[in-house]
């Protein structure tokens, strides 16, 4: 059973950063894709990052140019950089990787909160 484990959320005010990791069970450098989605409450999950193994990043607009998902092989862990963070980020935030053909695997959700 593969299993992902977030860290990093946490309450911090209009403009700060947070880093959130994202550790696996199972090796990444096998993986296909990366990503983090977040929800919020009474809405649907969403994409925020995704990164492939060729290394293609996409983003959410509404993060584009903020946040930075990136890889670290050797510790098996997915970051999501959050930097200049907004009210409107205020979500739970869910690690995602895929592995063909064995399958796609959630994490746990991390809360993050924006608030002065």
């Known amino acids: 059973q593969v299993q992902l484990v977030e860290s990093g959320g946490g309450l911090v005010q209009p403009g700060g950063s947070l880093r959130l990791s994202c550790a696996a069970s199972?090796?990444?450098?096998?993986?296909?894709?990366m990503a983090w989605y977040r929800q919020a409450p009474g809405k649907q999950r969403d994409l925020v990052a995704r990164?492939?193994?060729?290394?293609?990043?996409n983003y959410a607009d509404s993060v584009k140019g903020r946040f930075t998902i990136s890889r670290d092989n050797a510790e098996n862990t997915v970051y999501l950089q959050m930097n200049n963070l907004k009210p409107e980020d205020t979500a739970v935030y869910y690690c995602?990787?895929?592995?063909?053909?064995?399958?796609?695997?959630w994490g746990q959700g991390t809360q993050v909160t924006v608030s002065s």
């Open positions: 995602y990787v895929l592995w063909v053909p064995l399958g796609a695997y």
């Open positions: 199972r090796s990444l450098f096998s993986s296909n894709v």
């Open positions: 990164l492939t193994s060729g290394g293609v990043t």
